[in-house]
Nanobody, 124 residues
Framework: QVQLVESGGGLVQAGGSLRLSCAAS????????PGWFRQAPGKEREFVAA????????YYADSVKGRFTISRDNAKNTMYLHMNSLKPEDTAIYHC?????????????????WGQGTQVTVSS
């Protein structure tokens, strides 16, 4: 079983940047398909990005493609989400997750382990 802890959220103006971190303990990320999801008030939790730990292949939601970058640090067993050109509609609680199915990496049900989330607020 893996435990996930996010950090790095905060308040930023539109057009700004933030970097979120997700540290894993208990097991290495290499045993899973790690990803990021977000949930805005009154909305469903939605897929943001995922990464194949073995070769670094990355996958993004259309809404963040070109602005967000997911990356990993094998030595630190940590995943990152670099967010640039932030928009007010990016405001949400961001959760990291460890998935068990590459085929379901864009689906919430494909993830077995979740962090508690970190708040990102983008002001206009």
């Amino acid at each position: 079983q893996v435990q996930l802890v996010e950090s790095g959220g905060g308040l930023v103006q539109a057009g700004g940047s933030l970097r979120l971190s997700c540290a894993a303990s208990g097991r290495t990320f290499s045993s899973y398909v790690p990803g990021w999801f977000r949930q805005a008030p009154g909305k469903e939790r939605e897929f943001v990005a995922a990464i194949y730990w073995s070769d670094g292949s990355t996958y993004y939601a259309d809404s963040v493609k070109g602005r967000f970058t997911i990356s990993r640090d094998n030595a630190k067993n940590t995943m990152y989400l670099h967010m640039n050109s932030l928009k007010p509609e990016d405001t949400a609680i961001y959760h990291c997750a460890a998935g068990v199915s590459a085929q379901a990496m864009r689906e919430r049900l494909g993830y077995a382990y979740w962090g508690q989330g970190t708040q990102v607020t983008v002001s206009s």
